[in-house]
């Protein structure tokens, strides 16, 4: 593929991130592709990449997916997004928090010749998401969170 068909592929996929098509998302993957995400772990086919896309968008109906960046090399591609959406429906077993979030990532791709996505690698703090959505909680730094007379080397109260 060459540079221009690759931005052209990857504008269409920001387009059916835009209408949250999880048909025109699939298709753009390989029938037997494969896919790494900090969520739901290793995906081996398309049938599984779009069940995931689909739990996506029921989840976080009206989510927005932007491109921050585009870097591309020969068949590989880095593309660096922010994501952010409503907690609306049942996501990974944790029910709907009504909360907002709003994360960064990055999207590593492997083409084919034909412009499948044969592999990807999904990159993106899990623990944050986890934590705006309401499903962890975090302890605030200080003197509360610690035992009286405690050593903690490098810590300020």
């Known amino acids: 593929m060459t540079r221009d068909e690759i931005v052209a592929l990857m504008a269409?996929?920001?387009d059916a991130w835009r209408r949250a098509d999880v048909d025109a998302l699939t298709s753009t993957h390989a029938v037997?592709?494969?896919?790494?995400?900090?969520?739901?772990g290793r995906?081996?086919?398309?049938d599984r990449i779009?069940?995931?896309y689909h739990d996506w968008f029921t989840a976080f109906p009206g989510l927005s997916f932007t491109t921050d960046n585009?870097?591309?090399d020969g068949n590989h591609v880095a593309q660096f997004f922010t994501i952010h959406g409503t907690h609306s429906g049942p996501f990974g077993g944790i029910p709907a928090t009504g909360r907002k979030f709003q994360i960064t990532g990055a999207w590593l791709f492997t083409l084919s010749d034909d412009g499948q996505i044969v592999h990807d690698r999904r990159v993106y703090d899990v623990t944050n998401m986890l934590v705006q959505?309401?499903?962890?909680r975090t302890k605030p730094l200080?003197?509360?969170?610690?035992?009286p007379g405690a050593e903690r080397p490098g810590c300020v109260d």
């Open 43 to 46: 995906l081996e086919g398309r």
């Open 142 to 147: 200080g003197a509360k969170n610690h035992e």
């Open 70 to 72: 585009l870097l591309i």
């Open 12 to 14: 269409q996929r920001d």
């Open 133 to 136: 959505i309401g499903a962890l």
């Open 32 to 40: 037997d592709g494969v896919a790494i995400s900090p969520m739901q």
């Open 50 to 52: 779009r069940a995931v």
